[in-house]
């Protein structure tokens, strides 16, 4: 703010200067004097005097300053006196009203002399700094108005890249949806058409083998369809949990149960080192082992080698601390916040060869905070570690 008044303070000299040399100017000219413009000299902050070679006629001065200002809009009042130097008198000439505020001095100033033996005029503003201020005013409202615009501007930006990503995310969510749906189906129908035709030479292992391939991928397509229609529930409704008091330990074993296959798929190994004591808590018994399946999903997902899964239980202050540790491709410092977004999905890597929606830690995470949790994550080349807190009140 300070800066700004000096600005303008300096401003408003400068326009004074300017407009006193072309009155200085238009003096000599009318008296036919060819010498160099005399400088303009401040002596004080609101006082300008400038030398002339001849005496001056007040209204003259006065007719040629108001014009001058005038046209350089610099609309504050102000007193002129001139200075004879043959009868060494300062002579007021007058006080001229150039802004719609009348003067804030009831009586002309007496203006200060300056000792020279040779004629000057000065030029006093009585009114400066008021004048400065209210021309601050209209810095001050035009910058409020731009400083608006721009937010304006920022915050369209905002929702303009915001859309763009949600559009792509939806993009990516339907190529994800469409590919996960697809692979099942085909099975499904190449199995079933093998079945009809009955090109399996009346092969019962065969037969029977491939009635099991279809009853696995309507499974596999039933749970994506679950997950799919779980988490468009979940976000439309507010989640009604139905807490029970669960012993943790044996919905841990139940969810890990669920993804027997396919870890046997993967010669994966699981193994269980439950050392909380307080493992009775009141949880949602559904979420719970979803919450627990889903982290064990990703673990076997995301692992090139055959994955080797530790899922533990400690005690922890008011509560417990679950961890599903993998031995995985982990995940790396940038993208650790954006897992737990919902479709986030990191984008390089094997990843592409697994499938998934990109909601699965999204779930997690919703439904931890949901029992008052937290869920963290630590990675490193040689894999991650999922911590959820529970507490137990
Ligand atoms: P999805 O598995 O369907 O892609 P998730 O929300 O479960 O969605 O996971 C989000 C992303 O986090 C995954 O795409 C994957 O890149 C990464 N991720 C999750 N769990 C692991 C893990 N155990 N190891 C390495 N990366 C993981």
Redesign the pocket.
């Known amino acids: 703010m300070d800066k700004a008044f000096d600005l303008r303070e300096r401003e408003f000299n400068d326009r004074v200067n300017i407009a006193l040399r072309s009155v200085a100017k238009e003096i000599m000219e009318l008296n036919k004097d060819s010498s160099d413009v005399p400088p303009v000299r401040q002596l004080s902050s609101n006082y300008f005097i400038v030398s002339t070679n001849d005496t001056l006629h007040p209204y003259l001065l006065e007719s040629l300053l108001d014009a001058e200002f005038r046209s350089r809009n610099l609309k504050t009042n102000f007193e002129y006196s001139i200075y004879d130097c043959f009868t060494d008198s300062l002579v007021f000439g007058g006080a001229v009203t150039l802004s719609e505020e009348p003067t804030t001095s009831a009586e002309p100033r007496v203006i200060p002399k300056w000792e020279r033996d040779s004629h000057y005029f000065g030029v006093y503003f009585p009114d400066k700094d008021n004048y400065l201020i209210s021309q601050m005013t209209i810095w001050v409202f035009s910058s409020s108005i731009l400083l608006v615009v721009i937010i304006f501007f920022a915050y369209t930006l905002w929702v303009i890249l915001k859309q763009k990503r949600l559009s792509e995310i939806k993009n990516d969510f339907i190529n994800n949806m469409t590919h996960e749906f697809k692979t099942p189906i085909s099975t499904i129908s190449a199995s079933a058409e093998l079945l009809r035709t009955g090109n399996l030479d009346n092969n019962e292992e065969k037969r029977a083998r491939y009635y099991q391939m279809i009853a696995d991928e309507s499974n596999r397509l039933k749970l994506q369809v679950e997950k799919v229609l779980q988490m468009a529930q979940f976000d439309t409704n507010e989640i009604d949990l139905n807490l029970q008091s669960c012993d943790l330990h044996e919905l841990i074993k139940q969810a890990a149960g669920s993804v027997q296959i396919l870890l046997e798929e993967r010669q994966g190994k699981l193994k269980f080192e439950l050392n909380a004591t307080d493992h009775i808590l009141k949880v949602d018994e559904l979420h719970f082992t979803n919450i627990i399946r889903?982290?064990l999903?990703?673990?076997i997902?995301?692992?090139v080698e055959s994955p080797a899964i530790v899922i533990s239980s400690k005690d922890a202050s008011n509560g417990i601390s679950i961890s599903v540790s993998?031995n995985?491709?982990?995940?790396n410092a940038a993208?650790k916040k954006q897992?737990?977004e919902k479709f986030?999905?990191?984008p390089t890597g094997d990843?592409h060869n697994?499938?998934?929606?990109?909601?699965?830690?999204?779930y997690v995470r919703s439904l931890v905070e949901v029992h008052k949790g937290t869920v963290t994550v630590s990675?490193d080349s040689n894999?991650?570690t999922?911590t959820i807190y529970l507490p137990n009140s």
């Open positions: 889903n982290l999903d990703n673990a997902k995301y692992c993998d995985g491709i982990g995940i993208q897992i737990f986030y999905r990191v990843v697994v499938k998934g929606f990109g909601l699965g830690l999204y990675s894999g991650s999922f």
